[in-house]
């Protein structure tokens, strides 16, 4: 749906809660495709959010589900919890299992337990399976239902029991196991239709057979089906036995999921904080944070302080000191966004990291140069002392060569300490050229001290 269209729904949804026009919310709803439905629903307040679902939810619950699934497990989970146990137990069974797992993984343990208790009472345990895997899993993501069929088997055999197939998750490809389910071919839709039905299928569903393993993690799952440009791909155990399947539509919830953490976390910012939080729910989350990059710069204000005396006797310097630190910092940002990308790509490994430091060293250095030139030029000409120029030209350089340093060794280290890259943003790399910058320019300062006496 445009933009356009969703925001003429948007307005119209809440101008049918604020009159209480139930009938015709009800109405209009309906008859939104799920993934419009819930762009719909993530735009409104919490408490309009509620009254439209609950809306939908007591008349129209598969609808209502579906569009559940795609605003994500967090919201999804509040929008639920009111509702009793036996009442959500019933909803999420409208969901795939993999869905059906997250959203209740994400409600109050207690509820959580006791949904899971009443339905592992009344039908199979998918659900419970699942959420016994490890969080950002592909045991955790994948849908259990997966079809796939005895390599013995003919081609016309296996169109025919394709076409009696129910309740499996789409199928891109057909695979084949054998007497003990272990995965041992796979074959194109496409490729199954060209042959003679009397083909044996283990004579197709050859060739270079690409899976993961439960235990395989989710980015790396998102990363092979984008490198070999897959629409699924299959699940199995320790033991090769084929247990799920991961479909693109998954993959791209992980892709847009790891991004936004990426983001959030290089921000020091809550992966469940969003535009429309509560502010008290969103000060809880990011004070903690900011606490952090307090102590931090108090570490930068006690370089400074070391150099007080400097200061006072060349007041200039205290105007040039935010240059020095914050082009510092923007510069560490820039290749820390580059790293961590990479990381996340998986273009990083032991093998190539030293060849991205020496290039990240590189660059650092020559924006060094550039701007320290263009700023020593300015400083001569505002203050008229080339020395002031000078030491501000060359910290600057030298900053540039620690922003690149740092910004590339903290995520590298912390990966390999098993640490999100990610967190080395506000942590490490800006406290470092803040507290660096302030050194080099006013360290610099002192020893040139004698040749700035013009420039205060």
Do not use: C
């Not at 307005?11 to 008859?31: D, P, T, W």
């Not at 729910?281 to 108090?298: D, I």
Request: charged share 20%; glycine share 8%.
């Amino acid at each position: 749906m445009a933009q356009r269209k969703i925001d003429v729904v948007l307005a119209s949804v809440k101008r049918l809660i604020r009159v209480g026009a139930s009938a015709n919310l009800l109405n209009l709803l309906q008859k939104q495709h799920p993934a419009d439905l819930a762009a719909v629903l993530g735009e409104l307040t919490d408490r309009d959010r509620q009254t439209a679902f609950d809306v939908l939810l007591d008349r129209s619950p598969r609808h209502a589900m579906e569009a559940l699934s795609e605003l994500g497990p967090e919201i999804g989970a509040h929008l639920l919890e009111g509702r009793s146990a036996e009442d959500i137990a019933r909803y999420v069974q409208e969901l795939e299992s993999d869905d059906a797992a997250a959203i209740i993984e994400a409600l109050p343990e207690d509820l959580s337990r006791s949904v899971l208790d009443l339905m592992r009472g009344k039908q199979d345990t998918e659900v419970e399976e699942l959420l016994e895997y490890p969080e950002y899993t592909a045991g955790r993501i994948m849908n259990p239902n997966v079809f796939a069929l005895s390599e013995e088997l003919t081609v016309g055999e296996a169109i025919t029991e394709l076409q009696s197939a129910r309740d499996v998750e789409m199928v891109f490809y057909l695979y084949t196991v054998d007497e003990r389910n272990h995965l041992v071919g796979v074959t194109s839709l496409r490729r199954l239709l060209l042959v003679a039905p009397e083909t044996p299928l283990k004579r197709i569903a050859g060739g270079e057979l690409l899976s993961v393993r439960v235990d395989t993690d989710q980015e790396e799952v998102a990363r092979q089906v984008a490198s070999y440009n897959l629409l699924a791909i299959p699940v199995v155990d320790l033991e090769n036995k084929l247990v799920g399947v991961i479909t693109v539509d998954d993959v791209i919830d992980v892709i847009k999921d790891e991004a936004t953490e990426d983001i959030y976390r290089l921000a020091g910012v809550s992966t469940d904080d969003s535009v429309f939080s509560p502010p008290a729910s969103s000060l809880r989350k990011r004070l903690p944070w900011l606490y952090v990059n307090l102590l931090t710069a108090f570490g930068s204000a006690g370089v400074v302080k070391l150099f007080e005396g400097t200061i006072s006797q060349v007041t200039a310097l205290a105007v040039f000191m935010p240059i020095v630190a914050g082009l510092g910092g923007n510069a560490g940002t820039q290749t820390l966004t580059v790293i961590v990308r990479g990381i996340a790509l998986g273009e990083l490994n032991p093998a190539n990291s030293r060849r991205a430091l020496f290039k990240e060293i590189l660059v650092g250095l020559g924006n060094g140069l550039g701007l320290g030139i263009v700023a020593a030029g300015a400083a001569w000409l505002v203050q008229g002392n080339p020395w002031l120029g000078l030491i501000l030209g060359v910290a600057m350089v030298m900053n540039m060569f620690v922003a690149a340093t740092a910004g590339t060794l903290v995520p590298l280290g912390l990966r390999a300490l098993k640490v999100d890259p990610a967190l080395a943003s506000s942590a490490f790399i800006t406290p470092l050229t803040d507290m660096f910058g302030f050194f080099a320019f006013l360290g610099l300062a002192t020893v040139v001290l004698k040749h700035l006496g013009g420039a205060g």
